[in-house]
């Protein structure tokens, strides 16, 4: 029976199992010089499986690096290209010199800030409110501080939003004073300032009310 105290030894009775199938895979990634990866040189570079939306971004951190860099990798790697290759040996990947870990660490740091460049801010604000009522009490019967209940609000389904949002259109200079007069009551500063951030990513009226 299968259970935490012997995952050990059955793992290594799995390791060294000799099945007719094992056997035909092993044969047939000989012929192939090993088992290849299944992810291409750019996501092992990256260290991530790719969405085909994020080829944008990877293209972009690679356009960040000096030509020379560019070359470096392809001539450490041995390819014509690393963008358009899609298989490598791990061999190659294993304790890189210190000048290409250098830009291979580049090339991540500059896929990441383009990707979280191109993230939309979210529309909501995390805010607590005292716990009421049957809530209130199953906490005060364990004899424990009675913490605030956390939820999300979301500024779009806020009143006046749609009207803030037109102004915005018209006044991109706007304030988180302007906001709060606008809105009145609702409109607290937190939740202007993530309707402005909102605004901000967005240029067209059409793309602040999708």
Do not use: C
Request: glycine share 6%; hydrophobic share 30%; no cysteine.
């Amino acid at each position: 029976m299968f259970n935490s105290s012997n995952a050990h030894d059955e793992g290594k009775k799995g390791g060294q199992a000799k099945t007719a199938r094992k056997q035909r895979a092993s044969r047939a990634n000989g012929k192939k010089g090993g088992r290849p990866p299944l992810s291409s040189l750019v996501e092992q570079l990256l260290n991530e499986s790719l969405h085909p939306s994020q080829f944008k971004y990877v293209m972009k951190a690679y356009a960040a690096l000096y030509q020379g860099e560019k070359q470096e990798l392809n001539q450490h790697f041995g390819v014509a290209d690393i963008m358009n290759t899609f298989h490598m040996k791990n061999s190659k990947l294993r304790r890189p010199p210190k000048h290409i870990q250098y830009l291979i660490e580049r090339f991540r740091l500059a896929f990441r800030y383009h990707q979280k460049a191109a993230r939309p801010p979210s529309p909501y604000v995390v805010e607590y409110k005292e716990r009421v009522g049957s809530q209130r009490v199953s906490w005060e019967r364990k004899d424990m501080p009675v913490p605030p209940r956390r939820y999300k609000t979301d500024v779009r389904t806020l009143q006046y939003f749609t009207h803030i949002a037109w102004e915005y259109s018209t006044n991109p200079k706007m304030t988180i004073q302007d906001v709060k007069e606008l809105g009145g009551g609702p409109w607290h500063a937190k939740r202007a300032e993530v309707a402005l951030a909102w605004f901000r990513f967005y240029t067209s009226m059409d793309n602040f009310l999708n």
